[in-house]
């Protein structure tokens, strides 16, 4: 395990400490705050690659009228995690520049606090505050088109308001967090082996990346160590993770410009997929593999069966971009272009699609993945982020069988039990983030868990600006968010 | 009369039947196993039997258009030669009364999606009223084309002179014309790559999003006046291009029979090529629909040129 340095600073010196980190080339990967007796306590996790480095900022706030400088100004994920601490446990963040709510519900009455102790039971449904409008566009010919919450088909609850004029999109904004289940407090007081199956359930796509990130967190704040061939066994369950969700969303994109062929021909893929992973792990979505310490493997994937199987893939995603007309719907729309990607702190194939260099596999390693390089495109339209998860596709299946060989060494040896673990992994979405703590009698404290799709919900506005209403659905499918990985 | 009675029969009873064909032809050539060629009929009897919903606010208009579109498609289903050329409504049977029809019962339905105010509603009658703009003129005009020969723009004189010169039909302006018909069916009807009949996503909507608000027989009657349309437009199709096996004045009961067959059997090849067409094709990006469509336009003027140059 990489050493993670612990500073405790004094609440005013928060930005100033943070603004060094952030200018040596760390970004702010979470933001958790938990209520002690003595206090609040926020903790700030910056991490930085090559080499993996880990710091926590932690700072300890009176538990009457909590507040803390904000550095919305020097991160704009910052601003985020504050919003949500606000929301959660009444830490205000002074000097935000946008100081309303993030994820507290319509119904929450104001100084209701879910994650505080002094609590007590959920509101019940009701309008206490009355409207809370969106901003309004003015002009002529502007209109609003309202979507959701409530969606046809299979779409987890996301309410979209665009101001249109025409066909043109002058403005979007998504409101989420119809999703709340108050995941994080209902770990605690939980043992870490109760625990994980809550983290299997964060977002029923992903349930093997939480599963590894809450497990790895909970390994380094016991001090358990792993052996390699674990961690290579994890390894390979992550990228089957990977490749069935990707072949999913490479189908659905273009079942989305209705060349619904392809769309069957994934989804005949992804069943086969889907049974290597019963075979290998006795859950189609790989759920109860990953055990705290280890891994529980029925057979190893058969590397010659995948590569057909890549091989499939790679004529399904040869017909696609071959397609004058998909190849037509691809190219050009839903530019996220590189800056805005770096500075709203997107992650995974969204971000490296727009030519960010970033891949948890890489620069946090577990094991030493050999020669791994991410794959990186730089048009940030939606063909980049097709192309780069059919890339990732083949590498996977590469990575797979490199793994299945037993090549993989281990990287650091474990430094000791601290009652505070971290885990990072890439999943297929992108890195996720698991901080935990245990209290001395090695129950679940905190537990606090950052999925991707955090940081790259507020990219799709920016992606879909001078885009036209149409190209909408495209363009969600393309960055395909978690509602639930997202609202906890 | 009888003739007519069994073309009007024929189509509102096989409309639903060809939407299943040919969601049963895309269903197989994709690997699935498809509904079956009577989930059509079974989703209308579904419907049939639920309440339909008016939503607050709404006007006459929206009443009134899932009575107008089936209405419309009936009054076109008895006058466009599918079985036969002797229509009793032969005097409104020329072109215009047609293409008139189907683009009251395509106005009424846009109408109907404004009048509802939710902004699907809106949109989808945005969008289907700049298809339509460029469909109406260009069947008017392709069908135009073919009249010249004629010397009439009474369609059962036009497929009458064309199944007695089947020669005329290959030429230039029938080509062009037929081209400019098929892409124009193709937009009106609502399929791609114009519009997604199957899909869910609203905001992609054309067709679809003028009916979201409509419920039970509302519904019914709309999705049934669609097949309807469909069918009519490529039994148009059929008769123009291929006009062989339809009845004329005077014909007997069997032959009435035969022609019946025949062009049942006609529209189910059209329909089963079409939907086999669509299974290589993908959704046009809204902005490029327009360039179709004016591109089926030219052709449509073309073959009217053409028809004059060459006559």
């Keep these: 395990m990489t050493l993670r340095t612990v500073t405790d600073i004094r609440p005013r010196d928060v930005v100033h400490e943070a603004g060094a980190l952030l200018g040596a080339g760390y970004r702010l990967a979470l933001v958790s705050a938990h209520e002690q007796a003595r206090g609040l306590e926020v903790v700030y996790l910056f991490t930085a690659a090559a080499p993996d480095r880990r710091t926590e900022l932690r700072l300890l706030l009176p538990l009457e009228r909590p507040a803390v400088d904000s550095l919305a100004g020097l991160s704009f994920p910052a601003g985020r995690f504050e919003r949500e601490m606000r929301d959660l446990y009444g830490i205000t963040p002074l000097g935000h520049p946008m100081p309303r709510r993030l994820v507290r519900h319509h119904h929450w009455p104001r100084g209701w606090y879910p994650m505080r102790a002094q609590t007590g039971p959920p509101p019940a449904f009701g309008d206490p505050e009355g409207p809370f409008p969106f901003v309004t566009v003015e002009g002529p010919a502007v209109y609003e088109i309202p979507v959701g919450p409530v969606h046809a088909g299979l779409i987890e609850p996301g309410h979209f308001r665009f101001s249109v004029v025409g066909e043109s999109i002058i403005k979007l904004k998504a409101r989420l967090w119809f999703v709340h289940r108050g995941l994080e407090k209902l770990f605690q007081g939980r043992d870490p082996a109760d625990g994980l199956p809550l983290a299997e359930r964060v977002s029923g796509d992903t349930s093997l990346g939480h599963a590894l990130a809450f497990c790895l967190a909970v390994e380094e704040a016991t001090g358990l160590e792993v052996n390699p061939a674990a961690h290579a066994g994890r390894a390979m369950l992550l990228e089957l993770e990977r490749l069935y969700n990707h072949v999913t969303d490479l189908g659905a994109l273009c079942n989305d410009v209705a060349h619904s062929i392809l769309n069957a021909q994934a989804g005949r893929v992804r069943e086969q997929l889907l049974r290597i992973n019963a075979e290998v792990t006795g859950h189609r979505l790989l759920r109860g593999a990953v055990t705290i310490g280890g891994v529980r493997l029925r057979a190893l994937p058969d590397p010659g069966r995948l590569r057909a199987i890549g091989a499939d893939i790679a004529e399904i995603a040869a017909l696609a971009q071959g397609h004058s007309v998909i190849a037509d719907r691809f190219t050009g729309t839903g530019i996220l272009p590189a800056r805005a990607a770096r500075d709203l702190g997107t992650l995974g194939y969204v971000a490296r699609a727009s030519g960010l260099d970033v891949d948890a596999r890489r620069d946090h390693p577990t094991l030493d993945l050999g020669p791994f390089s991410p794959v990186v495109q730089t048009d940030g339209d939606v063909l980049a982020r097709f192309q780069v998860r059919v890339r990732e596709i083949a590498a996977s299946i590469e990575l797979i069988a490199r793994l299945a060989e037993g090549t993989a060494a281990g990287v650091d040896p474990s430094s000791g039990p601290r009652g505070t673990g971290v885990g990072i992994v890439e999943g297929w979405r992108g890195t996720i983030l698991h901080r935990i703590e245990l209290d001395s009698g090695g129950a679940l404290r905190r537990v606090k868990i950052v999925d991707p799709s955090f940081f790259n919900w507020p990219a799709l506005p920016v992606a879909l600006s001078g885009a036209i209403v149409p190209d909408f659905p495209l363009v969600n499918k393309s960055f395909n968010l978690s509602y639930a990985g997202n609202d906890l | ?311």
């Design chain 2, 1 to 311: 009369m009888a003739g007519v009675v069994l073309q009007v029969v024929l189509v509102g009873l096989g409309s639903p039947l060809l939407v299943g064909v040919m969601r049963q032809v895309r269903a197989r050539l994709e690997g699935r196993a498809g509904a079956g060629i009577w989930q059509p009929w079974r989703d209308l009897r579904k419907l049939m039997r639920r309440q339909p919903i008016t939503p607050a606010g709404t006007g006459w208009m929206f009443r009134a258009a899932p009575l107008l579109l089936p209405g419309t498609a009936l009054v076109v289903a008895s006058v466009v030669p599918l079985v036969t050329t002797a229509s009793p409504l032969d005097g409104v049977a020329d072109l215009f009364a047609v293409t008139a029809l189907l683009t009251l019962g395509s106005v009424a339905l846009a109408l109907a999606g404004l009048d509802t105010g939710t902004a699907f509603g809106g949109m989808g009658a945005s969008r289907e009223v700049t298809v339509l703009a460029l469909v109406e003129p260009t069947i008017l005009l392709s069908v135009f084309a073919l009249s010249v020969p004629a010397g009439s723009t009474n369609l059962g004189d036009i497929v009458t002179a064309a199944a007695e010169h089947p020669l005329s039909l290959i030429s230039p302006v029938s080509l062009l014309a037929a081209v400019a018909l098929v892409i124009v069916s193709i937009a009106e009807t609502g399929r791609i790559p114009v519009d997604n009949p199957a899909t869910h996503l609203e905001l992609t909507m054309i067709h679809e999003a003028m009916t979201l608000e409509y419920a039970g027989l509302d519904l019914a009657l709309i999705e049934w006046a669609s097949a309807m349309r469909l069918s009519l437009l490529l039994g148009l199709l059929a008769g123009l291009f291929a006009p062989w096996g339809i009845a004329t004045a005077g014909a007997g009961p069997l032959a009435l029979l035969v022609a019946a067959v025949v062009i049942a059997l006609k529209v189910t090849v059209l329909g089963g090529l079409l939907a086999a067409s669509e299974v290589f094709m993908a959704k046009l990006r809204l902005f490029r629909i327009p360039e179709l469509l004016a591109g089926s336009f030219l052709m449509a003027l073309l073959a009217v040129a053409a028809s004059y140059f060459l006559a």
